[in-house]
């Protein structure tokens, strides 16, 4: 791939712009607003000028509702050999393509899973994509050619193909991201009804769960209206939901009410199936697995003898979050990391050498990790489309 | 202060522990669970065994529905000349203790805005009420020499006090963390009856958006039950916000129906409000304020240009976030920081010094940063009781 456009250039179009770029991509910038194409360029994102011949790959970085007009309009002029999109709701813009774009088989579909706050091209950034999964969901008409040059932009961003249905993966949104970004809205507007002392009283926790309320409202509306029968279903859902846990409440709030017992039933059972939704997240933080190695370190029972454990294991890089501590008998206590077999290693030498008690109980494999994924080529290419083929 | 005596060594009350400890203050540990108080003084949060006079201070770190036997129990034996709690639920609490305690005058509750999802005292930190709010709720009983301690213990714990009647409190945490508690656990829930494609979407606003549901679900329980009733008033509130926005969503399902307009301006009324109430939330972010003065930077329109000033401000420790572009008018850029005034002296020189078009366009003042209140002492204890007075 050597040429490549990008239409609009906000934060999501100019943060690819800028990848491919540094990648020696020629990339020609455009906006409804001149002004935010000449940003993008003036970052060192492309040129905001029009290729004077096709290019290889168009991608088109505007709201959903707007990408079945945009592609069409592109694919009149005769943009680009392929085209695709970076839309967070897949199945209207393919019904768009489908049915009024001149060459629908040169489009596929796209959603990287990358996003910040702030939105426009100073909040761009290059590396926003590393990692990160970016879903690819091709119709049935498709071409073979649009679909690998997807690929190799997905790779030239460092991120992570998985192949999905439009259908599949609009269902799946809802319920990650459009209806917990409803739900935030919901109660961050509930603060500004609530009493004069509230903020003495948010922390961090409230800050992390409205966070993603603070998003562009007209941009947030036109993603949940284009989503929205997947939407309304959940929150139909949610909405069964507390009409369940509201009685609940109402039992507990009663003192010596006979319904108490079955009010905290239900609370508690909530509270459990909220944590045990938590294991579908896949886990950011890099480190520990549940098939991970334990090291056992046996401590004496003194003042200041577990402190001086985790001083020792914090110089290896290794959390008292990785810890618990195990049959304390009155003299000693066994404590227990559970890291990565490499770091393991380290720790079981390290603490050896400074005189500590301490076993390996358990081996483990591991996948490569993925702080180690910075390369390219071939293998991202070839071998990370996560589903294993594409759903036609 | 000389004595304490933490009755619950788990995160909260071995974190009080280690930061008192480090004060010079002896500290006597507790925990029904013998080796929980045995592990916090391995910590060298104190020493695992009771005192031989009345302590100064008792803080009674055990869940709110055991804070009224527990303090009653500690007062009958005569443990401490002082006792608070750090129980995040304070209206039942205040009622144990006016019904049941042998001193009520001796007690003043409390509570620390400060947590963590992992529980326990290997969790703990001495450092975790730093810079943080710690509200105390004396009831009408309170003596002065009660509360002057709970202040003497906040500042020791670096932490800010803010005093309110219990039942405010009350109030603004059913807001502020009790229902967001139960959102995230509703949303959370919801992931294990979700999509087999689910967890390819999860992203990090997901993560932060549920990550408060990892509690443990006993321990919540515990304290969800404590406030039912101003939990269940706006639980309610939800439910009828929710009964307005599901057929707004169901409006915009209907392709072409008539009240698709309606449907997008609740819609986008609801993220408006929910991006203003926001602001409700004090920002953890430390450096811009909307007081703060700009610097403004005319760029050259070429490519590359902007990057290249990015760069420059970048090494003076200023992000483009604290940027915008304003007034492009084809062969420059306006581009504004809106940075703390020291920070603005320092830019405005080195970009001068660099030999940018700088100009520094509006003063201002700010109160002392968080980042430089490091101190403790008379200033913290006597400054900044935030409400300036006591309720009663």
Redesign the interface.
Known sequence: MRTMAVIGTGLIGTSVALAVSRRGVTVFLSDRDP?AA??A????A??ASAPAAPVDLAVIAVPPSQVGAVLAEAQERGLADSYTDVASVKAEPERAALSRAPDPHRYVGG?P???RE?S????ARADLFRG??W?LTPSRLSSDVAFDRALELIALCEAVP?V?HSQ??D???A???H??????????????E??????????????????????D??L??DI??AN??A??G??????T???R??PA??A??RPGGSE?DL??RT??D?????????A???D?RPGSSSEDPCVRVA?A???????RL?AAVAELGVA??D???EG?D?TS?AVRFSVPPRIADRLVAALDAGGWDVVREQGGERDGERDGEQGLGGATLAGTV?SGRRPQ
């Open positions: 002004a000449r940003t360029a003036a970052l060192g492309g040129l959603h899973l990358a996003g702030r426009g091209p100073l909040a990160r999964n879903v998985v999905m599949d993966h269902a799946a949104v319920v990650t991201s209806v917990p970004h409803l739900m935030a809205s919901l109660m961050a507007a509930r603060l500004r609530g009493p004069a002392d509230l903020p003495s009283v948010a922390g961090q926790g409230l800050r992390d769960a409205t966070r993603i309320a603070g998003g409202s007209r947030w509306g949940l209206q929205a029968p939407i309304a959940v929150l139909k859902e949610l909405h939901d507390l009409s846990l509201v409440l109402d507990l709030a108490r009010g905290m609370l508690v909530l509270l459990d199936r909220g944590i045990s939704g938590l579908e997240i896949p950011a401590v029972d003194r003042p200041g003898e577990l402190a985790l008292a979050d810890a618990c501590v304390a009155g206590f996560r």
